[in-house]
């Protein structure tokens, strides 16, 4: 529910902040592979990652079910105000002269490349036709 009452991205990442790892994870990334010590703070970039990809669906589909556009508004301004994921399917449009300016528009960009990439339907999306043409 704080998540849903938050009303911008700062109290959202220190409800991360606030949010504490096992001690385990001081010399562990992963389950039973032990490492050096190292520090357990959550980075910046998690914290978009998280945003982006859990409580901003979390909020959309929240306020959806409910029927409350606030809710779905308040996820779509979030996303406009992350800034764009880099990866590679993102880096793969941008040598394409596609540009993400917002985490809204690499989001945009990953399903286009799940709905229309991957099913080899070009023909039938803008951006595939654009740059085809080009």
């Known amino acids: 529910m704080y998540i849903l009452e938050s009303t911008d991205l700062d109290t959202v990442f220190s409800c991360?902040?606030?949010?504490?790892?096992?001690?385990?994870?001081?010399?562990?990334?992963?389950i039973g592979v032990q490492t050096e010590e190292h520090s357990i703070n959550w980075s910046t970039t998690f914290k978009i990652h998280l945003t982006i990809n859990c409580f901003i669906p979390m909020v959309f589909a929240y306020g959806t079910f409910m029927k409350i556009d606030k809710y779905k508004e308040k996820a779509l301004d979030w996303l406009h105000a992350l800034p764009a994921e880099v990866n590679q399917i993102t880096k793969a449009y941008a040598r394409?002269?596609?540009?993400?300016?917002?985490?809204?528009d690499s989001q945009a960009l990953l399903h286009?490349?799940?709905?229309?990439?991957?099913?080899?339907?070009?023909?039938?999306?803008a951006i595939g036709l654009a740059i085809l043409k080009s």
């Open 16 to 30: 991360v902040d606030n949010s504490t790892m096992n001690d385990y994870w001081r010399t562990h990334y992963r």
């Open 96 to 104: 394409n002269k596609v540009v993400c300016s917002s985490a809204a």
């Open 112 to 125: 286009v490349k799940s709905t229309y990439c991957a099913h080899k339907q070009c023909l039938s999306c």
